[in-house]
């Protein structure tokens, strides 16, 4: 079955930090761009970050940049989204979404191959 997979939301304070991962299965990560998304409750769908094919280039939201870093393992087709310095407004579904490319972009509509089902990051005290 072709999908990804992502893992490692939950609950955690602010200030906190969580490691998201997104693994690929039935197909091969390495000749897509990825993407992390998030979605809160009554608000859009927001580009959150992604990364190129070599993971040579990345780009970051802005409301995220210096807090949150995505990285990708071919090998073991995977991609993270490591997560620190957390905020309430953090809290959404993450989500996973993988794309020809060639642009590493924070545009939703550009990642047509596959998306996961999210995982729920909710910060709060």
């Known amino acids: 079955q072709l999908q990804l997979v992502e893992s490692g939301g939950g609950l955690v304070q602010p200030g906190g930090s969580l490691r998201l991962s997104c693994a690929a299965s039935?197909?091969?990560?390495?000749?897509?761009?990825l993407g992390w998304f998030r979605q809160a409750p009554g608000k859009e769908r927001e580009g959150v970050s992604c990364?190129?094919?070599?993971?040579?280039?990345?780009n970051y939201a802005d409301s995220v940049k210096g807090r949150f870093t995505i990285s990708r393992d071919n090998a073991n087709n995977t991609v993270y989204l490591q997560m620190n310095s957390l905020k309430p407004e953090d809290t959404a579904v993450y989500y996973c979404?993988?794309?020809?490319?060639?642009?590493?972009?924070?545009?939703?509509?550009?990642?047509?191959?596959?998306w996961g089902r999210g995982t729920q990051v909710t910060v709060s005290s």
């Open positions: 979404a993988a794309g020809r490319g060639p642009l590493c972009t924070l545009y939703g509509g550009s990642y047509r191959d596959y």
């Open positions: 039935g197909f091969t990560l390495e000749y897509y761009v």
């Open positions: 990364i190129s094919r070599s993971g040579g280039s990345t």
